[in-house]
């Protein structure tokens, strides 16, 4: 049998960002602290899988079968903001300017990784836009290569279908020096200006 | 009842270093993942206190009620080197510069937070050293006020007993330059100078 702290740092280990050293670092704490919380975050992190499932309309991960955003009524449910995390729509949640709903992809297009269009369930955001009668579905994926990719791949078909499609904007963030900003977001900031 | 995901996180920021974006990352990371990983953390954290248990001889962790360093026939049961907590122990061990035995104090001396010597389980220090016939204590509590602090009583106590006793060096780190070096540490290294 292993050495039960040599296990643990091993498993810590695997967090990211979590190196052997804070591995350790973490288990000598809990070892040193209460017995009481070792066993409330193990019974939680063992227990996450099981209480947490996906929306059955946006696949947002709730505890009941419908999240509570699905069912806000003084939301608007003909405008679909896409996403490929859970985290970035609570990211998006915690500033509250989008008030319409959502659609979680769990992934994004990536061909040379051999991720394409089937692993994205277009299926079931097909049937939400048609059931809502969804007027605009804002393409929120990042702004990396898979997640521009995905967006096209989503505008493609979602015009084909005579639906709104739109992108969040791309540019300088809040409070950004143009001395530091990359050459891509300078000329995307300029493609997207807009009327003064 | 709270959302488990709130749950999992508040639990995780209580860790050391670990703040609620770093805790909200790993709970995302966990959930993503693969549900045999999360119950084995789970499993491991919850079972950490109940298979760890402090040695009868020194009080290091260990999963047996005698730890294998103090069962090793190889080691000197004459030399004790005295830590603070079970990863100063791991630290030293890394190293094998030490081939004696060790004591874990779990605490240090820290009046200001009412931490006086009861806290050390100095009577268990003691009777190790007369049934082991203990010729030196090496004492290597950090080089702080608390860790001096324990040092100085330490020392006191077991002069008074004819005991040997002596604190690990305080110097210039390896590689270390004379440039970036605190004053303390210079004077320090200055006074612990030695023949060449």
């Known amino acids: 049998m292993a050495d039960p ?3 643990l740092v091993g498993l810590l280990s695997r967090l990211p960002g979590v190196g ?15 017995p009481d919380y070792a066993h409330a975050l193990g019974q ?3 227990e996450i899988h099981g209480r947490v499932r996906r929306c059955e309309r946006c696949k947002n ?3 009941e079968s419908v999240c509570r955003i699905c069912l ?3 939301r608007d449910p003909h405008s679909i903001c896409v996403v490929a995390r859970p985290q970035d729509l609570a990211a998006l949640e915690r500033g509250s300017a989008f008030r319409g709903h959502y659609y979680v992809l769990h992934a994004l297009l990536s061909p040379l990784d051999g991720i394409g269009p089937d692993a994205l369930d277009f299926a079931s955001l097909l049937t939400r836009i048609r059931e809502d009668a969804v ?3 804002i393409v929120a994926t990042p702004l990396s290569v898979e997640g521009e ?12 279908l005579g639906v709104r499609c739109t992108r969040i904007a791309s540019g300088l963030p809040h409070g950004g020096e143009l001395e530091y900003t990359d050459q891509v977001t300078l000329a995307r900031a300029l493609d997207g200006r807009r009327e003064l």
């Open 149 to 160: 990719a995905t967006a096209l791949f989503l505008a493609q078909e979602l015009r084909a």
């Open 44 to 46: 939680a992190l063992s």
């Open 135 to 137: 007027t605009e579905v």
């Open 20 to 34: 052997e050293r804070t591995a350790a670092r973490l288990a000598y704490h809990v070892l040193g602290g209460s």
């Open 61 to 63: 991960y709730t505890s």
């Open 5 to 7: 702290i040599t296990e």
């Open 72 to 74: 806000d009524p003084r």
